[in-house]
C-alpha cells in the first residue's frame, strides 16, 4: 500500500486528470519542461508578495489562527453587517505601500527566465507584467484592500485526508469575515471559473480550519484585466462533493493505481514517451508485433465468420424443428434439443433505482438480467425489495438450442 501525501490542489487535480502522469511527477519525481506562462506567473506572484506582504503582516496581527487558546472557530453568520469592520485589537501603524519604482526593481529581481520560446517572447511577457503590476499599484493605492495573510501555507484534514495549500491572499471583508484571493495570469478567466474552482473550494477548507473567522468570499483574481471574480463561500454540499472526489484520489494512491488516463492533457504532457499510451515499439520487436496483431485480426475475422454462420445453422434447425413438430435432432457426433427458455427482462430506468436504494449496485453495476434474476432468490436480499424487482421485470419464452454430444453437453443457441 502506498502512502498518501497530503494532497494539494495541483496534486489531487493532477491525479484526476492522469493517475500515471501523477506518478511520473509525484513518486518519481521526473523534471518537466519549464514553460514561459509558469514562469511568468511565478514572477507576478513573487512580486505580489513582496508588495503586499508587509502591509498584510501590519494588519493581520489581530487575526488570531483558529487553533490558538481562547478562540473558538465562529460562522459566517456570527458576522452580519451590524457588527461593523474588523477593528485591531490595538492601534496600529500600517506602513505606507511601497512606491510603484520600489514594486517594478523586485519585478526585475524576481523574474523567472526560464521556458520562454525566443528572447523576443520572454520581453513580450515581461512587458505584459510590469504593464499590469503598474496598473495593479495605481488599483491598490486608490482603492486599499484590507489583506491580512499572503503566500499563506496552510494544512488541514478533510473527512480524514490531509490536505494542504498555499493560499495567494486573504483579506478581511467589510463584515468581518475573510476573503480568500488566488491570482491567476492566464489570458481567459471568466466567473464561472471562479464558481467552480475545486482549488478555491479547498483553500476554503484551509483557511476555516486554520482561522478563526469564516470565509465570506472567495476570489480569482484575474491580473490582466485586474478584475476580482468574486462568488460566495461554498455551502456543505459543495464541500463534501470535493471531499468525496479527493477520497477517491487519495483511495487511488494508497492503492497504488498509476493507471494511464489518456484524453486532452497528453498534448501538454511531457512524459509521453514514458507512457504506454504513447511510447513507440522498440525497432527490434517492430516485425514481431506486426504479425501477432495481423494474427489476432484475422482470428477475430474468422470468429465473427463463424459466430454469422452458426447463427444460420441454429435459426435453420429451429426452422426444421418447428415445421416437422420435432425438438430432438441426432446428427453423427450429437443431438441437438429444442427447447423453451424464460429468461427474465428488467428494464434498467426501473430496476437502478431500487438496486441503488438496497446499496446492490456494487455487485451489479449494470443490469445484467441473469444477475439481477439471481437477487430474486437470495435469501440475503430483502423480502420487500426481492418482491418489488419482481414486480419490475418480466420473464420473456423464447426457443433455444442445447447440444449434447455424445459423451457431453453444450447449449449453443
Ligand atoms: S501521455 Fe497522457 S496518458 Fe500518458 S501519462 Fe501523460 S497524460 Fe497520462
Same mark, same amino acid.
Given at each position: ?33 519549464? &514553460? ?5 506567473? &511565478?514572477?507576478?506572484?513573487?512580486? $505580489? ?49 511601497? !512606491? ?159 493507471? !494511464? ?44 465468420? $463463424? ?35 424464460? !429468461? ?70
Amino acid at each position: 500500500m502506498g502512502t498518501v501525501p497530503p494532497l494539494s490542489y495541483s496534486g489531487f487535480s493532477a491525479y484526476e486528470e492522469c493517475p500515471l502522469r501523477w506518478k511520473f511527477r509525484y513518486i518519481d519525481k521526473l523534471p518537466e519542461l519549464p &514553460r514561459g506562462y509558469f514562469s511568468f506567473g &511565478r514572477s507576478i506572484h513573487s512580486a $505580489l508578495e513582496e508588495f503586499v506582504g508587509p502591509l498584510a503582516k501590519a494588519a493581520g496581527v489581530g487575526i488570531v489562527p483558529a487553533g490558538a487558546p481562547g478562540t473558538v472557530q465562529r460562522t459566517l453568520r456570527d458576522f452580519d453587517a451590524r457588527s461593523g469592520k474588523v477593528e485591531p485589537e490595538e492601534e496600529r501603524t500600517l506602513p505606507p505601500p511601497m !512606491p510603484l519604482p520600489e514594486l517594478l526593481e523586485i519585478y526585475r529581481r524576481v523574474w523567472v527566465s526560464d521556458g520562454y520560446l525566443s528572447p523576443e517572447d520572454e520581453k513580450r511577457y515581461f512587458d505584459l507584467g510590469a504593464d499590469l503590476l503598474r496598473r495593479f499599484h495605481a488599483l491598490f493605492l486608490s482603492a486599499p484592500p484590507c489583506p491580512i495573510a499572503v503566500e499563506q501555507e496552510l494544512d488541514a484534514q478533510l473527512d480524514g485526508i490531509r490536505v494542504h495549500g498555499i493560499v495567494d491572499r486573504i483579506d478581511t471583508t467589510p463584515k468581518g469575515a475573510l476573503e480568500v484571493l488566488d491570482y491567476k495570469t492566464s489570458k481567459e478567466l471568466s466567473w464561472q471559473d471562479a464558481k467552480e474552482s475545486d482549488q478555491l473550494t479547498l483553500y476554503q477548507v484551509l483557511v476555516e480550519r486554520n482561522y478563526s473567522r469564516p470565509v465570506e468570499t472567495l476570489t480569482l483574481y484575474h491580473m490582466r484585466t485586474l478584475s476580482p471574480l468574486r462568488t460566495p463561500a461554498r455551502g456543505p454540499d459543495e464541500v463534501s462533493e470535493l471531499a468525496s472526489r479527493m477520497g477517491e484520489v487519495s483511495d487511488g494512491i494508497r492503492a497504488e493505481v498509476y493507471d !494511464p488516463r489518456p484524453g486532452p492533457y497528453c498534448q501538454r504532457c511531457d512524459f509521453r514517451a514514458r507512457c504506454p499510451e504513447w511510447k513507440e515499439v522498440p525497432v527490434e520487436e517492430r516485425a514481431r508485433v506486426f504479425e501477432l496483431v495481423e494474427r489476432y485480426a484475422e482470428l477475430r475475422r474468422q470468429g465473427e465468420g $463463424l459466430r454469422q454462420e452458426m447463427e444460420a445453422v441454429a435459426s435453420e434447425l429451429h426452422e426444421i424443428s418447428e415445421h416437422l413438430g420435432v425438438h430432438r435432432l441426432s446428427g453423427r457426433s450429437g443431438t441437438v434439443y429444442r427447447h423453451k427458455e424464460t !429468461p427474465w427482462v428488467f428494464p434498467p430506468e426501473q430496476v437502478l433505482p431500487v438496486l441503488q436504494a438496497a446499496g446492490l449496485l456494487p455487485r451489479t453495476s449494470r443490469v445484467d438480467g441473469e444477475q439481477v434474476a439471481r437477487l430474486l432468490h437470495d435469501s440475503k436480499v430483502p423480502p420487500e425489495v426481492r418482491r418489488t424487482l419482481r414486480e419490475k421485470g418480466s420473464r420473456r419464452a423464447e426457443w433455444a438450442l442445447r447440444f449434447e454430444r455424445n459423451g457431453g453437453r453444450y447449449r449453443d443457441s
